[in-house]
């Protein structure tokens, strides 16, 4: 069956460019959608179609997505963004989502 | 605003049926579809299904069997039923909006999201 795999964490120092992958077959060919979460909140859709950013969501969020590597960067992290990430993309008819990504800044 | 709320039991026992509600406001739930996703504590998440406005529904293969999604569109609200729970049941419910995409549905993302509600599932 198909997978999307993350890393499990990342650590990034303030102000520094954090990057988050998602993998998997062939992944360039489908569409990613990128999500932050942080503790005891619902997910937030942070990247659509690869690279598209949501109204409301800060230009320091960018996506790509190539072969087999979709990627979600962070440009200038700020301590807000320590949040759990996740990648989502659609395998025929079922909407898979990445293992998740604990970001920490410090 | 949309938003986007569910409702539901917080304790169930095995082999019960499990009956979650998402009531929309803010918005109509015509022309969109909507999904239910969860998340079991501490871990990832896994979609559910989805339904369309017009009643088209798309499970995950891995819980097709055992989950009925329907639509009330008056009262602005859609619901999931999942037969037959286990403890591997437990996690937090989510509804959300979505896959939104120009076409096909299938490439969509979930653009709003319901604050969650924990379902716990003991004996």
């Known amino acids: 069956s198909y997978e999307l795999t993350q890393p499990t964490s990342v650590s990034v120092s303030p102000g520094q460019t954090a990057t988050i992958t998602c993998s998997g077959d062939r992944l360039g060919d489908k569409y990613v959608s990128w999500y932050q979460q942080k503790p005891g909140q619902s997910p937030v859709l942070v990247i659509s179609?690869?690279?598209k950013r949501p109204s409301g969501i800060p230009e320091r969020f960018s996506g790509s997505n190539s072969g087999n590597t979709a990627t979600l960067t962070i440009s200038g992290t700020q301590a807000m963004d320590e949040a759990d990430y996740y990648c989502q993309a659609w395998e025929f008819s079922t909407a898979l989502f990445g293992g998740g990504t604990k970001l920490t800044v410090l | 605003q949309l938003q986007l709320q569910e409702s539901g039991p917080g304790l169930m026992k095995p082999s019960e049926t499990l009956s979650l509600t998402c009531s929309v406001s803010g918005g109509s739930i015509g022309d969109y579809y909507w999904s239910w996703i969860r998340q079991p504590p501490g871990k990832g998440l896994e979609w559910i299904g989805y339904?369309?406005?017009?009643?088209?529904?798309n499970y995950n293969p891995s819980l097709r069997r055992r989950i009925t999604i329907s639509l009330d569109t008056p009262k602005n609200q859609f619901s999931l039923t999942l037969n037959s729970v286990t403890a591997a049941d437990t996690a937090v419910y989510y509804c959300?909006?979505?896959?939104?995409?120009?076409?096909?549905?299938?490439?969509?993302?979930?653009?709003?999201w319901g604050q969650g509600t924990l379902v716990t599932v003991s004996a």
């Open positions: 179609q690869d690279s």
């Open positions: 959300a909006r979505g896959p939104v995409s120009i076409v096909p549905a299938t490439t969509g993302w979930f653009d709003a």
């Open positions: 339904i369309y406005y017009s009643g088209t529904t």
